[in-house]
């Protein structure tokens, strides 16, 4: 089992940048591939981006690519989501989630609790 806790989100002005962090702890975390994906009030949940447990970047949803970086470290247990150029639409929950791989929620077994983020415009 993997338990995944988020930390980074908050507050911050159009064209600003945030960074999140996923935590995670379980023996399988170096073989999983992990994603973010974030949910807006009143929306669904949708895919943000992803990358394999080696590195390889699975991909970014068109309205973050340029944007986003998402990366790990195994080593540490960790996966990031760095924000640049922040728009008040990437206002969400943003949520990190450990599994098989791929850009729909039903490829992840594991989600972490969310963090918010708020873009004021």
């Known amino acids: 089992q993997v338990r995944l806790v988020e930390s980074g989100g908050g507050l911050v002005q159009a064209g600003g940048s945030l960074r999140l962090s996923c935590a995670a702890s379980g023996r399988t975390f170096s073989r999983t591939a992990m994603a973010w994906f974030r949910q807006a009030q009143g929306k669904e949940r949708e895919f943000v981006a992803a990358i394999r447990w080696s590195g390889g970047t699975i991909g970014y949803a068109d309205s973050v690519k340029g944007r986003f970086t998402i990366s790990r470290d195994n080593a540490k247990n960790t996966v990031a989501l760095q924000m640049y150029s922040l728009k008040a639409e990437d206002t969400a929950v943003y949520f990190c989630?450990?599994?098989?791989?791929?850009?729909?929620?039903?490829?992840?077994?594991?989600w972490g609790q969310g963090t918010q983020v708020t873009v004021s415009s």
């Open positions: 989630a450990s599994g098989a791989g791929g850009t729909t929620p039903s490829s992840y077994d594991y």
